[in-house]
């Protein structure tokens, strides 16, 4: 379990910042070994179930120790659940890589086509934690490949999920090599693999011709509002005043600021105070904004009618302010966070006292469905707040696609830790999915422009204030993802099942 352990940990180095993915081919060898050690029977699977639960604790601690700064913010009231969130979360994460490890002992055998029982049971078990109690697939393995420019291109037909087990399978097979026989023509097939990954990726994008949607400028805000004032009713000016300012300020690519822009964007929860009934905010907006254009930003949205509990709704929003002052469009989020913005059983432990990090009576309300925000000229942006962008699948409304993926986001909760560069690197991978781009504003970096390909066009540094003034790329036609969602990643892991039991028959 200490082996796994660290090796796990280990693993997490193949994540954004430091995104050294060949780490995996020195951890996933010692999975296979490990497991190869345990027993036949109820004891090899109880002894499977630890070492997958070690390695799962290791790469959730060393991958997601960020997240205990979101409790220092306000560190009077929550200071006492840093040690949950920080040990607590990846314990319970651990389970799903030991029920995968479980899945792949009971497709064990002593061939090297264990490799794919490994691909298999891991892999579906990054399937379950993607689901499960509204789902949390945040750095599945599939990111070691699908953060890389040319491997990553497969994922607009696979997806991440699909990556998943053909990363496992690429990375483990070097475990192959203490094998008896031919162990060299695994790792050959291993390094093919990535070799045809790679030529797919650069030939895609050899014949990338990126276009522009014509006539649309577009202002990304990054305001730099730091989280413990973000919130407090009495920091309205002062907010107001930054947005106000940054919105105006000039740049080389636009010398007047905001009056040669068509689109301008803030980040996620921009005001301590709700949009909608704060008449002086909305005219203050459509004195900045030049005729015609609209304002994107992320705000509280409250219900004039009470609900079923005698409570009103709150919704995390998008909204649309035209230059005449009005909210012309609504898109409320839908995957809300657990413990962050509502808690689960919410009235238990709300008479214990406890409260989401965003200390809202009741917590958020989910909105509907996946939905676009429509712009009077037509133009569509299909609405990912916050980490509804880590999701492959659910936050994009297929019947109706957009035209580009508005990404708003609030990451100033987690400082200057890894947690802003992961976001933003399994955002990338939404656009190379479903082959639109994405604008993204967030509140303290990092903001961005990223193209259908999955390349960043410009971005904000982490922790600074600043605009980007952009074009809009033109969206690519449907991948086959998009067009098919799961349908090959499906296909691959009945693959990786059916050469694990080929390997059974020929033991």
């Known amino acids: 379990m200490a082996v796994s352990f660290i090796a796990g940990g280990a693993s997490a180095l193949a994540m954004e910042p430091v995104s050294a993915f060949p780490v995996l081919a020195l951890t996933f060898p010692i999975l296979v070994w490990l497991i190869d050690g345990t027993e036949r029977g109820r004891a090899g699977l109880k002894a499977a179930a630890w070492i997958g639960f070690a390695f799962g604790f290791g790469y959730f601690l060393a991958g997601l120790w960020w997240i205990g700064a979101a409790f220092l913010v306000d560190a009077e009231e929550y200071a006492w659940a840093l040690p949950i969130a920080v040990v607590g979360l990846p314990l319970f994460l651990a389970c799903f890589p030991a029920l995968g490890l479980v899945i792949a002992r009971l497709l064990w055998s002593d061939s090297g086509w264990r490799i794919f029982a490994l691909a298999a049971g891991l892999g579906l078990s990054e399937i379950l934690r993607t689901r499960v109690f509204t789902g949390f697939p945040w750095n599945q393995y599939g990111y070691a490949l699908a953060d890389n420019e040319w491997f990553g291109q497969a994922a607009s037909i696979v997806g991440v999920e699909g990556l998943t087990p053909i990363a496992i399978a690429i990375f483990a097979t070097p475990a192959l090599l203490a094998d008896p026989g031919r162990p060299l023509r695994p790792l050959l097939g291993a390094v093919a693999a990535l070799v045809v990954l790679a030529g797919f990726g650069a030939a895609r994008l050899a014949i990338a011709e990126p276009e522009e949607v014509p006539g649309i400028h577009v202002r990304i805000?990054?305001?730099?509002?730091?989280?413990?004032?973000?919130?407090?009713?009495?920091?309205?000016?002062?907010?107001?005043?930054?947005?106000?300012?940054?919105?105006?300020?000039?740049?080389?690519?636009?010398?007047?600021?905001?009056?040669?822009?068509?689109?301008?964007?803030?980040?996620?929860?921009?005001?301590?105070?709700?949009?909608?009934?704060?008449?002086?905010?909305?005219?203050?907006?459509?004195?900045?904004?030049?005729?015609?254009?609209?304002?994107?930003?992320?705000?509280?949205?409250?219900?004039?009618?009470?609900?079923?509990?005698?409570r009103r709704k709150v919704f995390n929003s998008i909204q649309a302010v035209a230059s005449d002052g009005s909210i012309i469009a609504t898109y409320d989020k839908v995957h809300l966070v657990p413990f962050g913005e509502f808690l689960p059983f919410q009235a238990l432990l709300e008479s214990l006292g406890i409260r989401q990090l965003t200390r809202l009576p009741g917590g958020f309300s989910s909105g509907e469905a996946p939905g676009n925000i429509t712009l009077p000229n037509g133009l569509k942006l299909g609405g990912l707040i916050c980490y509804e962008a880590i999701f492959p699948t659910g936050t994009i409304d297929g019947d109706d696609r957009p035209a580009v993926l508005l990404n708003l986001t609030n990451d100033a909760w987690f400082g200057d830790t890894p947690g802003p560069y992961q976001h933003l690197a399994q955002a990338r991978v939404r656009a190379v999915e479903q082959g639109l781009p994405i604008l993204r504003a967030a509140n303290t970096g990092i903001s961005s422009l990223v193209d259908p390909w999955g390349r960043i066009v410009a971005a904000l540094p982490l922790g600074e204030d600043g605009v980007l003034d952009l074009t809009l790329p033109q969206p690519l036609p449907p991948t086959l993802f998009s067009r098919f969602g799961l349908v090959f990643c499906a296909g691959l892991y009945g693959a990786t099942i059916v050469g694990a039991l080929r390997g059974r028959r020929r033991v």
Do not use: C
Not at 273 to 290: S, V
Not at 293 to 310: F, H, K, P, Q
């Open 221 to 310: 805000v990054q305001p730099n509002v730091p989280q413990d004032r973000k919130f407090r009713p009495e920091a309205k000016p002062e907010i107001m005043a930054r947005y106000l300012a940054l919105s105006s300020r000039p740049s080389a690519a636009a010398p007047n600021g905001i009056e040669e822009g068509d689109i301008l964007i803030w980040p996620e929860s921009a005001f301590p105070f709700f949009l909608g009934r704060t008449p002086d905010a909305l005219a203050q907006i459509g004195g900045l904004l030049p005729d015609k254009a609209i304002l994107l930003t992320g705000a509280a949205r409250i219900e004039d009618a009470l609900d079923a509990t005698g």
